[in-house]
């Protein structure tokens, strides 16, 4: 989603670009009950306003009107309004399905992109005055030439890896759980955060009534939960959630991701840009990793866009370092809060519960640290660029 997004971002500025993607699109499939959802912050719907993708995804959009945060068996709770910000929303629940097609449509359309999928990057070479990236599409092989190469090929980079490239890494020893429920009250557009004995759990507003789950449990008990029946998974999910939205009535299908971090210690080198996954892999409690990397699309593409302008060459280390310290605030920031939040709510120690009950009501009580959890959530923190302020490129 953010190569595709970072070609779309680029297209009609005068350049060449080519996107090598290694599997082939399922994006085909219909909508249905078991669409995959994400939630993008306000900031991400600026961003694809501003490359004019935003309206073919509105009527797959289902707004967040608040979040509301609580810790299972204590008290305390935590609420982010729209309000607050003086927005139509805090963010948009919309199905990975949905962004796809438009990402794909919009790929389509494009004549200055060319797209290679199925087909692997086999291997890179770099000179002083281009970058070599050698692709294998069914039997053939062949090589493209150009003057940057954005590796956005996710948490396993083989891009990354090539150029030595070192990263924090962790695995959180926990998987999430994700399906989508029927509830029997309506959603009202609330988003929930509840922290539970197992790991953190999101209930997101979906369309028909639906919500999208999130439920983090220990890796060791996720194959016990995956074959749970229906019937026993909403009892246990009902158990941990409790009656907010009533009784859970219907369930979909269930798949299982583990979970880990990384933090790419660098993000670019001569000729060489990393964006999403690949320099960023969260923990997805707090819904981060793509409105992460939509950040880095908008910031990518402002600064190669404006070197191609001013006549300099657009891979040169010199223009990859502006993208590189733009970004290095927010990767930081935003990783840190995630993580520290995964692993806070994940500790089951005595006492800690009084404590967490105690900072959420704080924080609930404390305007400026909700306002400035709520901007850094929105993706409004950081200096924004042209594509996040709905101006052109
Ligand atoms: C359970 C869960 C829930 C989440 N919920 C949210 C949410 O609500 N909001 C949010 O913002 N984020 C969320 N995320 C995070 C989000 O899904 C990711 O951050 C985002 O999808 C990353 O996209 P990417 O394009 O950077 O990487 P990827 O999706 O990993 O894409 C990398 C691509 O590169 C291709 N590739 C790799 N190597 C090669 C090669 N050698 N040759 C050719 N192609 C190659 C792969 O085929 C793949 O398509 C969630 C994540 C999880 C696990």
Redesign the pocket.
């Known amino acids: ?4 997004s970072l070609a779309c971002a680029l297209s009609g500025q005068g350049l060449r670009i080519a996107v ?4 082939a699109s399922a994006t085909r499939a219909e909508p249905g009950y078991d669409d ?6 306000y900031g ?1 719907r600026r961003i694809l306003d501003g490359m004019g993708l935003w309206q073919q995804l509105l009527e797959d959009a289902t707004p967040i009107h608040q979040i509301h945060v609580s810790d299972r068996g204590h008290f305390g709770a935590a609420r982010m309004d729209r309000a607050d910000e003086g927005l139509p929303a805090i963010g948009y ?1 919309v199905p ?1 399905r949905a962004i796809g097609q438009v990402l794909e449509a919009a790929v389509a359309r494009a004549a200055d992109i060319e797209l290679f999928c199925p ?4 291997g890179v070479e770099r000179s002083d005055s281009d970058i070599r990236v050698h692709v294998r599409q069914d039997k053939a092989h062949f090589t493209l030439h150009g003057r940057v190469l954005v590796a ?8 990354r890896e090539h150029f030595g490239i070192t990263s924090l890494e962790r695995d959180y020893g926990q998987s ?1 759980i ?1 399906t989508n429920i029927t509830p029997q009250l309506l959603h009202r557009n609330i988003a929930y955060e509840r922290f539970t004995d197992t790991g953190p759990l999101a209930l ?1 507003p979906m369309t028909e009534q639906r919500c999208a789950v ?1 439920w983090t449990v220990a890796s060791s008990q996720v194959d016990a939960v995956m074959q749970l029946s229906d019937e026993d998974f909403l009892a246990q999910l009902q158990e941990h959630f409790g009656q907010r939205l009533g009784r859970l009535q219907r369930v979909g299908r269930r798949q299982a ?1 583990p ?1 880990r971090l990384l933090h790419a210690n660098e993000s670019v080198r001569e000729r060489v840009a990393l ?4 320099v960023h ?2 923990h ?1 409690i707090a ?8 950040r880095d699309v908008a910031v990518l593409a402002e600064v190669l866009v404006d070197a191609v302008r001013r006549g300099e060459d657009p891979g040169a280390l010199a223009v990859l370092e502006r993208y590189d310290q733009w970004r290095r605030h927010d990767h930081r920031n935003v990783t840190v809060f995630t993580d520290g939040l995964a692993r806070l709510f994940s500790l089951s120690l005595p006492g800690l519960g009084m404590v967490r009950g105690t900072g959420l009501l704080a924080f609930d009580l404390l305007p400026p640290a909700k306002r400035l959890l709520t901007r850094m959530t929105m993706g409004r923190s950081t200096r924004l660029p042209r594509l996040a302020r709905g101006l052109p490129l």
């Open positions: 989603m953010v190569g595709a090598v993607e290694g599997v995959r959802a994400i939630a993008l912050a991400t629940v990975a087909a692997q990057v086999t956005a090929d996710g948490a396993d980079s083989s891009v999430a994700v997101l999130v991701w979970l964006i999403g996954n690949a892999t969260l997805p819904g981060q990793g793509f409105n992460l990397g939509a």
